[in-house]
């Protein structure tokens, strides 16, 4: 290795502090760019936004991997300010930036068969100035190279892992509590479980109660902890490196929580957060239809109001996660005020009965199917059908008519957050699972992890983790401060999901043909990981929102 | 889209063939460079080949992806001199062309974290002068353009399917038999048996026999058809497409022909080649162990040889498909020669008992026990243990101790051709189902291929299918010209497992929720593609296989 500007830690943070300005400036330019092909009178224009799809969102890639190289730089400047950024961390940091502007010059994967280039952004001048850069130069030449690839699965292989600490002892003592949990409950027994296609046994519902997992994020005068997103990602991060069914169970918690939190009337509060942050009551989300993936708006699924002020339900809903076995159902359904399209939904929260095996939906008006799934199993996904099914006139969240869509959309940046830091404990999941094998198995000799092709797959495995991580951890500060983040959400779930995908493929990889043997947990690491590029916000959706969020906010922001 | 030299036909051809010589010039300059940090004294040096895998690697996915462009050229050339040269096969050359230079130039995937770009091959100027050359510019330019891209996807829409006779009355009437056997009685209950985890039903293979699909490459003399490799890829692309196992089913069948009629004793020849031509002997592959996955030299398995001649045989054997419905395995085992490494290993032609549900193996000496799967079902896996299992002294291949390993390596090439026209079968398939399911699935008022980023997933999932189709029949042809080709086939079976894979997911995120139900017959495709990379040996292996062979080879060749 030549001696470079990246070989000291400050010279390492100083570059990538640099490169981080001139992606800025890059960015900055592919905005302005992007915006001219898709604004009228200066406010962009939903037909022309249509058009230009593939630079929108190849503009929001650019500037997802951007923030990610911004936030991996901000967790390496905090580690060696408390004097504790190793050689591993600044290996991460070294490659990560190395790959990820080589990406942005020449190719940044939105999937296996689309990339973006600087072109599509008609940013092609903006990228010769980039990598002109000095920083950026650096680290093109020797940020990511063989030796800091067999350097950093050296690290891997004699025990060093990326720091994790967040210096800050609550979430720090959380993380390890949650992990002992998770390793000692749950990760001995995800794949029998996976492979049973078995709900999440009763007892680790109840010891994940007894954690407070479903009250992270619910006030203390409701019995929760009153924490915020950050530590509500790290509780879910650590749960889904065990299964990433017990890192969602939480998240119908989560949106429940929050809808009636914000939106509920004082007696809704009452009634049930405290049932939800106990973990008593678990509640499951009644959006999706049949004709409606992502298209929430076009849903037909009534709701009528009866002479008594009751509201009877009817219609279909699909990818209803835990149906059975739940206790409330937020329901999205259209209701008769003659409004159009979303602004005719409104939103109920429906008691049910838990089902049981052989009556999986005792309640009359209620019954449903279940929808067999590759992964992300333990909870089960059922088909409803809603036939007059009957609920009280109180059941109408916060009394509104109409206010159903608005109000759920303002779960979407919690939901996402919690979902990318799913992501990120299966992306952390894999890594484990390519490494011991790696350093188990051998193969003409040597163990695998000595073969350039699986140390260097290893290496970016272990810092894409890192860079979804921070992004993800990232958003969730945002929305602790109070701040709009759907554009940070939204890179977070994009970027982290992307990351699980690709960390569970290179997983099984290593693995060979035991990665493909259902007995190989990775097997299921790979069913696993693929849902998260499609649920709660495709990654198209996603790319949606970070192109044109980002397009509409003032440059000042 | 502005007027370019690649509008017409004529234009488009010349300024591919161009743009090809330009990339092959560039592949040569990237030879020397890796060529000069590998070798000594003009010899590839082992040592250093390994600590250079990723030049090593990278070299050869470079160089595959210039002989697909290289074949894809070729495929245009000939429609055009037939007049049949369609907007959309124009299309598909001129986007393929385009996105696969900007990936040599930029970045291309190896695997989904790991890019090799031209300074990993210290190819940099090279590549300078490939960007440079202006028909390169004119494909980078007006190549893969959001325009082409929808129009592509416009003409998948109106029913345009790529070109796919190869202007051979017996090949061409080949495929349409075999087509219409698999989507008549195949396709319609492939996913069925999937799920059911049941082997092919015996009428199926009753059928294919009929069709002649075991007996493909299998001389008349034999009963069998006597063709060619590349009609033995047209039988599988076909069946593949289907189901993945009935495609696959005769791999084993071609492997066991390949090794009796180029080894085999003239009393073998006519013991075993007409049943497997004819069906009636369906032949198994015996040669991994738990210990060795793509390291076979290191395998265990004892032979050996009692007072009166006959062999027995001890040892464990895993992922042994098809192991047992089977009536003849070939067994690579270790005989006691005395000889090191390979040379001690022996080829054995063992027959057996057809095992039932009941009694799976009913031979004295051998046992067994499945190994479940994610996908490739149909014939399942097993792990095998034969303990003392006897076979005859004229069981030997050929009667030569200690060649066996060297008769294996013989075959490898037409596994992998046959293995690459697998996977472009199933990536045809992915394209279908992603095809079919956007044009009926409509989301916010409009059919999934409207949107832009949905069309350009299917514009590319048909450009690769292209691409990996042609690379393959290019090595099928180099096979019946009689010519090694052991980097042909590794060319073919290493893009076309990537492409069946990014095909696969690709579909799979166009499908949404419904991608990852089992209802629906992608997820299984995504299923089945992934075995692709991993099995007959492994992408990284190809890679291997690929490179030092280029880089063995004299600069003339």
Known sequence: MDNTALDTPRGLIESATAAVAAARSYIAHARMAVGE????????????????????????????????????????????????????????????????????????????????????????????????????????????????????????????????SLDDETLDASREGIRRFSRERIEPKAQAWHLADALIPDEIVAGMSALGVFGVCVGAQYGGLGLGKLAMCIVSEELSRGWIAAGSLGTRSEIAADLIAANGTPEQRLRWLPGIAAGTVLPTAVFTEPGSGSDLASLSTRARQTGDGRWRITGSKTWITHASRSDLMTVLARTDSGAPGSDALSMFLAPKMRGTADNPFPDPGLSGGEIPVLGYRGMREYALSFDEFEIGGECLLGGSEGAGFRQLMKTFEGARIQTAARAVGVARKALELGLSYALERRQFGKALIDFARIADKLALMAVEQVIARELTYFSARAKDAGARCDIE???????????????ADAAVQIHGGNGYALEYEVSRILCDARILSIFEGAAEIQANIVGRGLLSRLPSQ
Chains 1, 2 share one sequence.
């Open 37 to 164: 092909s898709v604004c009228t009178d200066g406010r962009t224009a939903p037909d022309r936004l249509e058009n230009a799809q593939r630079s929108v969102h190849g503009f929001a890639w650019s500037a997802t991997a951007v923030e990610g190289l911004a936030q991996l730089t901000e967790w390496a400047a905090r580690l060696a300010e408390h004097n504790r950024f190793s050689e591993g961390d600044r290996l991460v940091l070294r490659i990560g930036m190395g790959e990820y502007l080589a990406q942005i010059l020449g190719g940044l994967p939105m999937s296996q068969n689309e990339f973006v280039r600087p072109p599509d952004m008609n940013a092609s001048e903006a990228a010769d100035r980039l990598e002109a850069d000095e920083a950026v130069r650096q680290f093109l030449q020797h940020g990511n190279t063989p030796h800091t690839r067999a350097e950093l699965a050296r690290c891997l292989a004699t025990g060093w892992r990326a720091d994790e």
């Open 489 to 503: 959400a939204g890179m977070a779930k994009l970027l982290a999901a992307r990351v699980a995908w690709s960390n």
